[in-house]
């Protein structure tokens, strides 16, 4: 209890936090902080592409098949996996055909979820602005954003101050925006995001994919995908014989009063790690605030809490919760909210912590790395 009253002191607004996650246009997401906001996931898997995992060691990590059409043609927004030149075509979620002239050299995205993807894929000079958010705590790529002098907002005139050859749109952004940037002659691509693109198995391997291939950068997202997969699979393997022993522990996300149910990311990373998400179970539709009687109805067996917001603290002292399982037996894990709500391959590290946190067992002597 200590610990979580230290951490309260620093902790940052959950509804904030979720909506840039989200995406980085404030105007878009005027209407959205009432509550925390997830996207909707997909009723059916989105198709993977085939993918090499990375060898033991990366410094002898063979080239990946980056002009292998078979390794392309499950991404269905390229016109022709074939084409690895330039100019090359996308069809975007509106289904417009765009055409990109070459590879792009000035490049912004419109969510954070995008730029922690993009930065994993090209260098930082190719990125031309950043949104302030990239910058904050919730952010994967900090470090990498404080390189990018120009920030940029939902304003398209600061987009446009960037002078990109290449915008990438969140499905989020108003059309107003994305006319108002093509009017003025730049290239821009609208992507479905977030957990729309969440596939069971493989997480958002094919939101890098598709990405890499607009950046011109397909070995590089074949090795990030390969990267996501093997992580995913060492996860896995463990699950499969300590699920044998054990049932699934009842998990229970608690971020400042809300919790996360179906049709988040949140639920993928439960369900990943191993765990079933209590909320979801009791009928949970994306985010929902709920107070201590809501949580007493859940039964959880644990309780992940964002490292970054305040408000679990509080429910823990509330006297119902004195002798509940997660309190009495300390299952209480909190988790950096960077790797469990933006929307990136970044989620597997979420995946990883809280694998090792339901599982200590399984997973003792297990390490998990960083993503480079």
Same mark, same amino acid.
């Given at each position: 209890? $200590? ?131 990239a ?8 470090? =990498? ?17 960037? +002078? ?15 006319? +108002? ?7 821009v ?53 300590? =699920?044998?022993? +054990?049932?699934?522990?009842?998990v229970l ?17 439960? $369900? ?15 985010w ?21 917001y ?13 002798d509940?399982?997660?309190? $009495? ?36 002597g ?7």
């Amino acid at each position: 209890m $200590r610990a979580l009253r230290t951490l309260g002191a620093l902790l940052l607004p959950v509804v904030a936090l979720l909506a840039f996650a989200c995406s980085s246009d404030p105007a878009t997401n005027a209407t959205q902080q009432a509550a925390p906001r997830q996207e909707a996931v997909t009723a059916q898997p989105a198709l993977v592409a085939e993918v090499v995992p990375p060898s033991a060691s990366e410094a002898t990590a063979p080239a990946m098949p980056s002009r292998d059409p078979a390794a392309w043609a499950a991404i269905p927004a390229i016109v022709d996996p074939a084409n690895f030149g330039w100019p090359r075509a996308v069809k975007d979620i509106s289904g417009t055909v765009v055409e990109i002239k070459e590879k792009p050299q000035r490049i912004v995205t419109l969510s954070l979820g995008f730029e922690e993807i993009t930065l994993a894929l090209v260098p930082v000079e190719r990125v031309a602005g950043i949104t302030p958010y990239a910058s904050e705590v919730y952010s994967n790529v900090a470090d =990498l954003a404080d390189q990018v002098p120009t920030k940029i907002s939902g304003d398209p005139e600061t987009v446009l101050a960037a +002078h990109p050859d290449l915008v990438i749109a969140y499905h989020f952004t108003e059309p107003e925006v994305i006319k +108002h940037l093509r009017d003025a002659g730049v290239t821009v691509v609208q992507v479905e995001g977030g957990e729309t693109t969440l596939d069971p198995q493989s997480g958002y391997v094919n939101q890098v994919l598709l990405l890499s291939y607009l950046y011109g950068e397909e070995e590089s997202g074949l090795l990030l995908a390969a990267r996501i997969k093997a992580r995913l699979d060492k996860v896995h393997q463990v699950l499969r014989t300590a =699920l044998k022993d +054990h049932p699934a522990p009842r998990v229970l996300y608690y971020g400042g009063g809300w919790s996360p149910g179906i049709d988040t990311n949140v639920d993928w990373i439960i $369900r990943t790690a191993g765990g079933v998400n209590a909320a979801a179970d009791t009928g949970i539709s994306g985010w929902k605030e709920v107070g201590v009687e809501s949580v007493l109805q859940m039964h959880p067996d644990f309780l992940v809490y964002s490292a970054d917001y305040p408000g679990t603290e509080d429910l823990l002292a509330n006297p119902a919760m004195a002798d509940t399982p997660i309190v $009495r037996d300390g299952r209480i894990v909190g988790i950096p909210d960077r790797y469990m709500t933006t929307l990136s391959h970044w989620n597997v590290r979420g995946v990883e912590e809280l694998a090792k946190a339901l599982w200590p067992d399984s997973f003792a002597g297990v390490d998990f790395e960083s993503f480079p």
